[in-house]
C-alpha cells in the first residue's frame, strides 16, 4: 500500500478509538444512570437544553427518556467506534459520528466562546474526509471492500448494474455508474486475434515472388497453430494465473485485516491509558506564576506576578500562606495560585464592590481549570462552556455541571495588604 493511501490513517484510528473509549466512559460511569447523583443524564440534559438551538427537542423528546437516551448514545458511540475501525459499514458510521458530533455541538458545546475551543464542532469536521474517502481511502484493511465484490460476484450481470453503484455510493465499495455501463472496445490485434483463436498469424514475405499469405507455423516448421496457441490450453494458463492472484490477494486482503485489528487495539489501548493519565491529572496554568487579568474598561492590560517557591502561596511572617497583595489586584480582576493542601489550582477574585473572594479553580463537571472573565464576571470553564458566579458563593449559572465550585476561606490584613489563606 502506498503512502498516500494511508494519510487518513491516523484520523480514522482517532475517531474510531475515541468513541469507543467514550461510550465505555459513560456506561461505566456511576453518576450517568443515578438519578440522584450531579452527573445523571438527565440533569446534563437540563444543563445542556439552556439556551440551545434544539431545546425543545432535548426538553420535550430527551428529557422524559433520559435514560433510554443516555444508553443509546453510549452504546452509538460504542458501535460507530468499533465499524469505523473494522471498516463495517464504514460510510453510515462516518455518517451517524458526524450526526452525533453535531448533536454534540448544538447542546454540550454552544455556550463555548469561541467556538473553537470546544471540540465537538472539530469532531464533526473530522468526520467528512472519512465520509468522502470511504473505507479504500481511509488506510486500513475493512470488511466492507471483503464482503461487498464477493456479493455482487453472487449476481447476475443485470442485478449487479442495478446494486453496483448503490453500494458504491452508500458503503464506498461496489461499481461505479460509469464503469456499469457498456464501453466500446477497440478491436484487438490480428495477431493477438488469432493467438486467442488458435490461428496461426500469415506470413507475408517482402521478397518478390515468395508465397504471401502463408501460416506462421508452416515457414518455421512448428507443426499445427493449436499445438502452439490452442485455445484449451492458453485457457488453462489464464485459470491458472487467475486462481493465483486470488489466493494471493486473498491471502493479503486476511493479512492486512489482522494488522488493522493490532493496530486498533493497540491504538485504543494507549488512547485510555493517555485519557486516565489526563483526567487524573487536570492541566492548570503555570505553577510558577500568578496570572492577574485586568478589566479591559480601565485600559490595561493583563499582568503577571510571579510567585516563588514551587508554585504555592508565599508564606508571611504569621505562617500563613500569602496569595497577593491587596494593592496587586485591581477591581474586577483575578490572579490564580495553587492550594497547599490539595495541590489544585484556585482563583482570587477581586470583585466590583470591593470584597475578595477565592475558590477553587477545578470545574466541577470534568476537572477543567475555570478562567475569570472580566466582561461577564464569571468564572467560565474553557473545556465545556460551564460558568459559576464568584459575587454568589460560584454558584452555577450554565451547566454542564449543577456543583458550584469549593470556596477557599482567605484573610485580608488591612495593615500589610497581604492576602493570606486560613
Avoid at 40 to 58: E, M, T, V, Y
Avoid at 145 to 166: H, K, T
Wanted: proline content about 7%; overall charge positive.
Amino acid at each position: 500500500m502506498r503512502f498516500t493511501e494511508r494519510v487518513l490513517l491516523p484520523l480514522r484510528l482517532f475517531l474510531g478509538i475515541t468513541f469507543v473509549y467514550a461510550g465505555f466512559q459513560k456506561l461505566t460511569d456511576p453518576q450517568f444512570f443515578n438519578r440522584s447523583a450531579a452527573g445523571f443524564i438527565g440533569k446534563q440534559i437540563i444543563a445542556f437544553a439552556h439556551g440551545s438551538p434544539i431545546h425543545d427537542f432535548l426538553m420535550h423528546g430527551a428529557l422524559p427518556h433520559a435514560v433510554f437516551y443516555g444508553t443509546i448514545v453510549a452504546l452509538g458511540e460504542i458501535a460507530i467506534g468499533i465499524a469505523t475501525l473494522l471498516g463495517f459499514l464504514f460510510r453510515p458510521a462516518a455518517f451517524f459520528g458526524m450526526l452525533l458530533s453535531l448533536m454534540f455541538f448544538l447542546s454540550a458545546s454552544w455556550h463555548v466562546y469561541p467556538y473553537f475551543y470546544g471540540a465537538d464542532i472539530v469532531f464533526f469536521f473530522a468526520w467528512t474526509p472519512l465520509l468522502l474517502a470511504g473505507p479504500l481511502g481511509s488506510g486500513l484493511p475493512s470488511v466492507d471492500a471483503l464482503l461487498v465484490p464477493r456479493i455482487l460476484m453472487e449476481m447476475s450481470s443485470d442485478w449487479r448494474g442495478r446494486l453496483g453503484p448503490v453500494f458504491n455510493f452508500v458503503l464506498g465499495v461496489g461499481e461505479s455508474i460509469k464503469s456499469s455501463k457498456n464501453v466500446e472496445i477497440e478491436p484487438m490485434p490480428t495477431q493477438a486475434v488469432n493467438r486467442i483463436s488458435g490461428q496461426a498469424a500469415p506470413y507475408n514475405s517482402k521478397v518478390s515472388r515468395y508465397p504471401q499469405g502463408v501460416p506462421l507455423h508452416i515457414i518455421s516448421g512448428q507443426g499445427r497453430p493449436g499445438n502452439v496457441y490452442g485455445n484449451s490450453q492458453r485457457q488453462g494458463q489464464v485459470n491458472y494465473r487467475g486462481r493465483n492472484t486470488t489466493i494471493r490477494r486473498s491471502r493479503e486482503s486476511r493479512r492486512n485485516f489482522l494488522w488493522g485489528l493490532v493496530a486498533g487495539g493497540l491504538g485504543m489501548l494507549g488512547i485510555t491509558v493517555a485519557g486516565r493519565a489526563i483526567l487524573s491529572h487536570p492541566f492548570g496554568g503555570d505553577d510558577n506564576a500568578s496570572t492577574i487579568t485586568q478589566n479591559p474598561a480601565t485600559g490595561t492590560g493583563s499582568s503577571t506576578q510571579s510567585t516563588p517557591g514551587s508554585g504555592t502561596a508565599t508564606t508571611t511572617a504569621s505562617g500563613s500562606p500569602e496569595i497577593a497583595q491587596v494593592s496587586a489586584v485591581q477591581p474586577n480582576s483575578a490572579v490564580t495560585f495553587t492550594i497547599p493542601s490539595n495541590g489544585d489550582p484556585g482563583v482570587l477574585v477581586h470583585l466590583n464592590n470591593g470584597k475578595f473572594v477565592a475558590f477553587d479553580a477545578t470545574c466541577t463537571h470534568a476537572g477543567c481549570p475555570v478562567q475569570y472573565d472580566p466582561s461577564s464576571q464569571h468564572l467560565l470553564c474553557p473545556c465545556h462552556g460551564a460558568a459559576f458566579d464568584p459575587s454568589n458563593a460560584a454558584a452555577v449559572v450554565q451547566g454542564p455541571t449543577n456543583t458550584p465550585l469549593t470556596s477557599v476561606p482567605i484573610r485580608v490584613n488591612n495593615a500589610t495588604g497581604a492576602i493570606t489563606l486560613q
